[in-house]
């Protein structure tokens, strides 16, 4: 079992930027696609952005894209989420999530793809 740390949340103005970040507890990232999703109040988990384990090939969902990024550090054994011109809707618990994979190039955008999740970090954008 992989346990997925995630940082970064908080409470920030609609317009500002945050910026999560995503580890593994005693394991390294390498050879695991990473996705991030997030739950809002009274909605169902949605995807938000993937990135290959090869860190070239990257997925948004259309409600952040030119907004968000996603990039990953392999020095640091660190996955990121990059939040840029938050929106008040973008407020939810955003959770960081794994999958070993041996296909270096693929990402995947399916929660039920993914084989281990973190615990969620709390994302407010208050207008």
């Known amino acids: ?3 997925l740390v995630e940082s970064g949340g908080g409470l920030v103005q609609a317009g500002g930027s945050l910026r999560l970040s995503c580890e593994p507890a005693r394991r390294t ?3 695991y696609a ?5 739950q809002g109040p009274g909605k169902e988990r949605e995807f938000v952005a993937a990135i290959s384990w090869s ?3 990257t997925s948004f969902a259309d409600s952040v894209k030119g907004r968000f990024t996603i990039s990953r550090d392999v020095t640091k054994n660190t996955v990121y989420l990059q939040m840029d011109s938050l929106k008040p809707e973008d407020t939810a618990v955003y959770y960081c999530t794994g999958k070993l994979t041996p ?3 693929a990402f995947y955008s399916t ?16 207008s």
Request: glycine share 16%.
């Open 1 to 3: 079992q992989v346990q």
């Open 29 to 31: 990232f390498s050879r």
């Open 34 to 38: 990473v996705g991030w999703f997030r």
């Open 55 to 57: 860190g070239t090939s």
């Open 103 to 105: 296909y270096s190039g």
């Open 111 to 126: 929660a039920d793809e993914y084989d281990f999740w973190g615990q969620g970090t709390q994302v407010t954008v208050s």
